[in-house]
């Protein structure tokens, strides 16, 4: 694991060789484990460990970008210098913004030695209760399970240096029938790998996969659904990464853009249950303490770079809690560094970041006893954006659709391919389960109504 002094000394040793009016380094360096089966057999198994530099040199708002894995004195020199050759190259970006100076970062406990220390055999141990469960009951198992331990550092000439440690795991799992009608689905994330309860992981696949056999035709239609917290994550989530951009909602480009001009701050948007807040220091889903460089999921150092740099972006601001949606009403939006300079504001982290969806205190079971007539979601597959003005999407259900009859799953049905917008979802909510973690956030069941199956889905 890189330290932190080793992170500062090659941040330093990149900044020497800078000739460029800004120079800023990104690092991820990570030690990966993962384990995948299939048909009830283990077949792949690997560790990996892998470091990642990302440099980039600016000249008068012309900046250019060079990334590599390789830490010699001779690879870094010629990077900057790369670096320093496309900045001179590039046209100049009219909406460049300096580099932070030092910055004072949080610290946010979000790595588990335990997590970094576990390699094949942890893992192999840790999906044995799906592969075994599903055999014992003649049903096919697949599956993949993964875990990262990774530090990220950034620095640049303007004297900013942040260093962080994280751990992570991912493990998702699809059972289904001999007979191709069944498909079950389970996903477990978080940052202690100790803490997965893999029998409930398996439980939940296998158990879905029996009940979803043999499924029923049902037409489109709208409907009353309960999304379970896979499904909210998958389709809900999207609202809260470009839909809360201040800047798309001030040129008119977003849900969030009011009639006439101007956003729709301090509207009542929602139903009263939705209250929608991010918190980085939350120990259930811990990030990086600055905003941009990874997501706050199994980060990996392949997604390392994604968040933008220092330019227009709000990347390396201190991370902070903030309340996007309160019992209903818009609270605020999403600046960039460049937008809030435009608008005489405070930049913000983004609204997906570490995003945490308010519950209430009931039960999944509770949910379901509720519904007279309505439909449990598995979650969701191949979602893709049709409307930006009404956060329109569409998408496929998968791995388990079951009608719900008077308070009981009565039997599965067909899937469907929807045409929904998350802010009907969240205007219509009835009812909300308590919230779990899921791969990117922590979200409860939503029952909501209304809910459009536009076709039926030949998939299973």
């Not at 249950?273 to 929608?276: L, N």
């Not at 960039?336 to 504001?345: F, G, L, M």
């Not at 929807?418 to 009812?431: G, I, K, Q, R």
């Given at each position: 694991?890189l330290s ?7 941040v ?6 800078s000739?460029?009016?800004?120079c800023e380094?990104?690092?991820g360096a990570?030690?990966a ?14 560790r990996?460990q892998?470091?990642?530099l ?10 250019g ?9 001779e690879a870094?020199?010629g990077?900057?210098?790369r670096?320093?050759e496309?900045a ?19 610290q ?12 094949a055999k942890e893992l ?5 209760a799906?592969?075994e469960g599903a055999?014992?009951?003649k049903?096919?198992s ?5 875990r ?8 640049n000439?303007?004297?900013?240096f942040?260093y962080t ?26 940052h ?8 409930a992981?398996?439980?939940?696949a296998?158990?879905k996969a029996?009940?979803?056999q ?11 659904v ?16 470009g839909?809360f951009?201040a800047r ?11 009639k006439g ?11 009263d249950?939705?209250?929608?807040r991010?918190d980085p220091?939350d120990?259930?889903?811990?990030t ?7 997501s ?6 392949g997604?390392f ?9 709000a ?16 609270k605020g ?16 982290g983004?609204?997906?970041w570490?995003?945490i969806i308010?519950?209430?205190?009931h039960s999944?079971?509770d949910?379901?006893k ?13 979602i ?7 956060q ?5 259900t998968?791995?388990?659709?079951f ?6 799953i009565?039997?599965?049905v067909?899937n469907?391919r ?14 909300l389960s ?5 791969e990117?956030?922590?979200v ?15 998939a299973?």
């Open positions: 694991m932190n002094d080793q992170a500062r000394k090659l330093d040793q990149v900044l020497s060789y000739k460029a009016d800004n380094v990104r690092i990570g030690d484990a993962n384990i995948r089966f299939a048909n009830n057999s283990v077949t792949t198994s690997g990996q892998r470091i990642a990302r440099i980039s040199s600016t000249f008068d708002a012309r900046t970008s060079v990334a590599t894995n390789e830490t010699s004195a870094l020199k990077a900057v210098a670096s320093e496309l001179k190259l590039a046209p100049p970006d009219p909406e460049y913004v300096e580099p932070l100076g030092a910055q004072k970062y949080p946010i406990e979000g790595f588990d030695q335990r997590t970094a220390d576990s390699g192999a141990e840790a999906v044995r799906t592969i055999a014992a009951k049903l096919e697949s599956g993949f399970l993964e990262e331990a990774s530090a990220y550092a950034l620095g000439k303007k004297g900013n942040g440690t994280l751990t992570d795991y991912n493990y998702t799992t699809t059972v289904r029938t001999p007979d191709g009608t069944g498909s079950g689905w389970a996903l477990s994330a978080g202690e790998l100790g803490a997965m309860d893999s029998r992981v398996a439980r939940v296998i158990d029996i009940l979803s043999k499924p029923r035709k049902l037409d489109p239609g709208r409907y009353t309960i999304l379970e917290p896979a499904a909210v994550e998958d389709l809900v989530l999207l609202l809260f990464g839909g951009d798309a909602a001030d040129e008119g480009r977003s849900v969030m853009s009011k001009g101007g956003t729709r701050v301090g509207e009542k948007m929602f139903s249950r939705i209250t929608v991010s220091f120990i259930r889903i811990p990086v303490p600055w905003y941009g460089g990874i706050t999921q199994l980060a990996g150092v997604q770079f994604f968040g933008g740099g220092g330019g227009g972006g990347s390396f601001l201190p991370v902070e809690r903030r309340t996007w949606v309160e019992k209903g009403v818009v939006l999403s600046y960039s560094r460049y937008w809030a300079k435009q608008k005489n504001t405070a930049p913000t983004p609204a997906s570490a995003t308010h519950g209430e205190d999944l079971d949910l379901i509720s519904t007279e007539r309505g439909l449990l979601i598995t979650h969701f597959f191949y893709r954006f049709v409307q930006p003005q009404t329109q999407y569409t998408g496929l998968r791995d388990g659709v009608m719900i009859e008077n308070g009981q009565a039997y599965p067909n469907f929807w045409n929904e917008s998350p802010v009907n979802v969240l205007a219509n909510a009835e009812m308590r919230p779990v973690r899921t990117r956030a922590i409860p069941a939503i029952k909501t109504h209304d809910f459009n199956m536009a076709s039926v889905s030949d299973i």
